[in-house]
């Protein structure tokens, strides 16, 4: 199910390129909405590009933000590499890929406790 997500979310990247739209905006901070479903806890994130935020037991790198210019539809993406940190134990990759904020379910971290997705970059 990941990889049908991975490849819909290139396809969109790729059409959106191909199809006479101006090309997407690299931009620095990524802004992420988390979720901690057992406690209904919610909190923005605000994610320079390079960096790692934590949010419970996830660690959250974004590698880039990309947004739609003000002339065409809105947009945001990012590229996020979430792993799931515990005492004792390596990092688990729990996500690798591109999320779109108007389409958070193309892409989704599958995850039992945690939620994350993407509301826009800056």
């Known amino acids: 199910m990941r990889v049908l997500g991975i490849l819909a979310a290139g396809v969109v990247l790729?059409?959106?390129?191909?199809a006479g739209a101006e090309?997407?905006?690299?931009?620095?901070?990524a802004v992420l909405q988390a979720l901690d479903k057992v406690?209904?806890?919610?909190?923005?994130?605000?994610?320079?590009?390079?960096?790692a935020?934590?949010?419970?037991?996830?660690?959250?790198?974004v590698r880039a933000c990309k947004k739609n210019p003000p002339?065409?539809?809105?947009e945001a993406a990012a590229f996020l590499?979430?792993?799931?940190?515990?005492?004792d134990e390596p990092p688990q990759a729990a996500f690798r890929g591109w999320m779109f904020a108007?389409?958070?379910a193309l892409s989704?971290?599958?995850h039992p406790v945690y939620d994350i997705w993407v509301v826009d970059c800056h």
């Open 14 to 18: 790729a059409a959106s390129a191909t």
């Open 81 to 87: 590499e979430i792993d799931e940190v515990r005492p």
């Open 108 to 110: 989704a971290l599958e």
């Open 71 to 74: 002339i065409e539809a809105p």
């Open 102 to 104: 108007s389409s958070p």
């Open 23 to 29: 090309p997407m905006e690299n931009h620095q901070v």
């Open 39 to 51: 406690t209904a806890r919610v909190r923005a994130l605000e994610v320079p590009v390079g960096t």
């Open 53 to 61: 935020a934590r949010f419970g037991a996830l660690s959250v790198v």
